[in-house]
């Protein structure tokens, strides 16, 4: 073999197998310090002179968030909880009134796996071929949803219930379909066409998710 190609064939070995990993793997990447809390000012780590204990304390869910339509849900990422940074991980608390409900939604960057620490719902997902996988769970069980799959949670119980979810992303990001199809902009017409409706209940959804 020629010098050259010999060349051209290790870089290209050495290219497949340095980008195997990060080619095949979709969660967050491997931190390369103990911990990074962002400086405010630049893209590094702050110095860990000034780094205190309080930065790895949250509080924020000791009580439930605000309440929109019967639902609370207050995310504890590296966005509110900037010690989660680089650490591929965080936390929801979801409450929830009778009757509310998590509206269908998914994470692109993180499953799922939610936690039922008092009440009772209806939770399930429903994967890539319109199969629902849904049932009412209790206090003290878990169920798990799978990376970027579309679920939902309804309280069925008659009293308030409450959720913690943990994610395996810093950053899992939630995309509730609701606000996402009807409250973000997307032309009339589109939607129309796609749900097979009236330019006037597309208005009224639009008014209820913008
Ligand atoms: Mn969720």
Redesign the pocket.
């Known amino acids: 073999m020629f010098p050259k190609m010999l060349v051209l064939l290790v870089i290209f070995i050495l290219y497949s197998t340095i980008n195997q990993p990060t080619s095949v793997s979709g969660s967050d990447p491997d931190p390369l310090q103990d911990y990074c809390l962002p400086s405010p000012h630049s893209h590094q780590c702050k110095n860990s002179s000034s780094v205190t204990v309080d930065d790895f304390i949250f509080s924020g869910i000791k009580h439930p968030g605000k309440f929109t339509n019967k639902f609370s849900g207050v995310p504890v990422s590296a966005t509110v909880f900037p010690a989660l940074n680089t650490l591929g991980m965080s936390l929801?608390r979801?409450d929830f009134e009778v009757g509310g409900t998590?509206v269908p939604?998914?994470?692109p960057r993180a499953t799922?796996i939610?936690y039922v620490l008092e009440g009772k719902l209806y939770s399930g997902f429903v994967d890539t071929t319109n199969k629902v996988f849904a049932k009412v769970i209790e206090k003290g069980e878990v169920m798990v949803?799978p990376r970027g799959v579309l679920?939902f949670q309804m309280n069925v119980g008659k009293t308030r219930a409450t959720v913690l979810?943990s994610f395996d992303s810093q950053n899992?990001g939630?995309v509730k379909l609701p606000a996402a199809l009807f409250g973000s902009g997307i032309d009339d017409e589109l939607l129309e066409k796609a749900f097979g409706l009236k330019s006037k209940d597309i208005s009224k959804l639009k008014k209820r998710f913008g």
């Open positions: 929801v979801a998590n939604h998914y994470h799922e939610a949803f679920h979810g899992p939630s």
